[in-house]
Structure formats: structure tokens, C-alpha cells
């Protein structure tokens, strides 16, 4: 079974005959097998030639690249080896059509809301009182089908995230102040948390949509962008409250990781290395976890529920089977 490969150590990365080698500073290194590796996170400092690239591009390996402080900056996204161009087409179709676009815009909130009402519901039935913002995501909840341009959706949309984050201090067994998302910098602790976790939902996404014949860069939920693969943020949306979110209130109602585990920085907050390399132990362990998926009759990881996700939007598009967003049931 193929598996993600993460690196924190700085050196250089190589091919070495049918391996891709990382060479400490000091000469120590370490060989990395490509015939299970799904794709590799880079978070060191490390150098790497075309003849290296080459090597991933040829074998499918997408190359996701953070900073120092644990941000992620981009990803190399090795040419398309199964390209429709038929589904390319209608990609770009449900785009433009606005009544097509607000359809799968709408399945996909909707999919994202009801797996937050799900978390909602999992802390109040273990005693936290979040009866009145379960009403009220509810509520708001009613309103997605009935928009009919992409900003009213995308109102309501963040109406439901303020919403549910209002809840996060009663779900959380630590002393810590989150009033609001804010993103670019971090603030905070949690804040930190929910951009490195999402970015990891986000990259998991685009890798499993490289195997499929979708383009990553047509949308729809999310404007299509010059710079980014904005479909992974589309179906990154499904499993924010599944993984991400649900990482987070585990690691922190254990104490796993605290404000020890954080540095404060003239504009930010950001994560010791300690902090991020068990967030990626946990995320990796969960993408693992297999459930028993009703229409399949078998078990599937959270990771396949996501190539999953991609299939079932190439069936929506090509008019065999409309989309419904993943909706947990347990």
C-alpha cells in the first residue's frame, strides 16, 4: 500500500538508480522507496535537481513543499498521464453555467454542514451544552438550497463556520481564547492548528484527484484561480469537520499539544516541529482508518472516501449519476 512520505530533515534530495535518496548535511542518508510512496511533504530545508523531478513526474509522485514555519507553499503536480479531454469539457461547462456551478456548490456545503452538525451533536450527547448553535446552523442550514448566485452561498456558508466556532471553546478542555478564524497570520493556537490541518485535508485531496481523470484546477464552489488547484478546496470542504477539525478537538481535550508546543512570532503564531510531526502522525493514522461504507458493502479508508469523492463528481459531470457530497452516518 502506497504511503505519504514525510520529511523534516534538511539535505538534498536525489534519484539514486530506482530510489530517490535524501542526504543529511553530514552524510547520512536515507533511501525512499518509489513503488510505495503516494507522495512526499517536504518541510526541511532541502535542495533537489530536475533529474530528481523528472524521477516523481515519471512515476505520478506529487511533491508538497511547506516553510520553515510549517505554511504550505505549493506543490510540484507532475503532468496528467489520464487526461479526458470529454470530461475536461464538462468540467469547464458546469463552471460556466451558473445553474450547474450553484448545484454542486450547494451539494458540497451542504455535505460540509451536515458533518459539522455532526460533530455539533457527538460533544452535546457527552454533556456540552450547544443546543442553541446546533439551532442555529440548522436554521441556517435551510437557506443553502435556496441561493441562487455563489456569493449569497458563500455567505452563508461563513454565517454557518462563525457559527460552529462559537461552540469550540465549550468543546475544548483548554484555557484558550478563540473567538474567530483568522487565517493570514494565525493568531493563535487553534488558529495555527485549523490552517495547517486544512492544508493537509487540501493536499491529501489534490493527490487523490491526480488519479482520476478531473482537472484541479476547475472548480466550483471556490473561484477558479491563476495559482491554485481550487477543486481540492472544493472537496477539501467535505472533510475539514472529519479529519481536521475532529483532530484538533482530540489532540487538545488530551493535551497532547498545548501552548508549550507553539512559538509566538512578531505577526504570528506557529508550531514547533515536534507539534507538526504529531499532527501528521495523527492525520496519516486517521486517513487510515477504514469504515464499513453503505453503498460499496465494504471497508474504505477516510483516504479513499476521498478518491471516492472525485469519482462521484467525473459521474455528476458526464450525466451518469448526480453528486451527493459525503455525509457521515455514525
Same mark, same amino acid.
Given at each position: 500500500m502506497a504511503e505519504s512520505y514525510f520529511i523534516f530533515s534538511s539535505g538534498e534530495l536525489k534519484r539514486k538508480d530506482n530510489v530517490i535518496r535524501i542526504t543529511a548535511p553530514d552524510g547520512r542518508f536515507k533511501d525512499i522507496k518509489i513503488e510505495v510512496t503516494r507522495d512526499i511533504y517536504l518541510f526541511g530545508e532541502v535542495s533537489l535537481n530536475t533529474k530528481c523531478l523528472n524521477y516523481l513526474a515519471q512515476n505520478k509522485i506529487p511533491v508538497h513543499i511547506f516553510n520553515y514555519y510549517?505554511? %504550505?507553499?505549493?506543490?510540484? %503536480? @507532475?503532468?496528467e498521464s489520464n487526461v479526458s479531454g470529454k470530461l475536461f469539457v464538462k468540467q469547464v461547462e458546469n463552471y460556466t453555467d451558473n445553474a450547474k456551478r450553484i448545484e454542486l456548490a450547494q451539494l458540497i456545503i451542504d455535505a460540509a454542514s451536515t458533518n459539522i452538525l455532526r460533530n455539533l451533536r457527538y460533544y452535546q450527547e457527552r454533556g456540552k451544552d450547544l443546543e442553541s448553535i446546533i439551532t442555529e446552523i440548522k436554521a441556517l442550514k435551510k437557506g443553502i438550497f435556496r441561493t441562487n448566485e455563489i456569493n449569497e452561498l458563500m455567505g452563508i456558508e461563513g454565517s454557518i463556520r462563525r457559527t460552529y466556532y462559537t461552540a469550540w471553546n465549550t468543546i475544548i478542555n483548554q484555557e484558550i481564547d478563540f473567538e474567530k478564524r483568522v487565517k493570514r @497570520? @494565525?493568531?493563535n493556537m487553534i488558529n495555527t492548528m485549523i490552517s495547517f490541518l486544512n492544508t493537509l485535508v487540501y493536499t491529501a485531496c489534490l493527490s487523490e484527484i491526480y488519479v482520476s481523470q478531473l482537472n484541479p484546477t476547475i472548480s466550483y464552489l471556490h473561484s477558479v484561480g491563476e495559482r491554485r488547484f481550487s477543486l481540492s478546496l472544493d472537496i477539501a470542504e467535505v472533510f475539514k469537520p472529519l479529519l481536521a477539525d475532529r483532530i484538533i478537538f482530540s489532540l487538545l481535550n488530551k493535551k497532547m499539544i498545548t501552548e508549550k508546543d507553539f512559538v509566538k512570532d512578531s505577526n504570528y503564531f506557529y508550531m514547533k516541529e515536534n507539534a507538526q510531526k504529531l499532527i501528521l502522525k495523527t492525520f496519516n493514522e486517521r486517513l487510515e482508518i477504514s469504515i464499513k461504507h453503505r453503498d460499496l458493502n465494504r471497508k474504505v479508508s477516510y483516504r479513499h +472516501?476521498?478518491?471516492?469523492?472525485?469519482?462521484? +463528481?467525473?459521474?455528476?459531470l458526464l450525466e451518469d449519476k448526480k453528486y451527493e457530497g459525503f455525509?457521515?452516518?455514525?
Open positions: 510549517g505554511f %504550505y507553499t505549493g506543490t510540484f %503536480y @507532475p503532468k @497570520p @494565525p493568531d +472516501l476521498m478518491r471516492l469523492e472525485a469519482y462521484k +463528481l467525473v459521474k455528476h455525509k457521515i452516518w455514525w
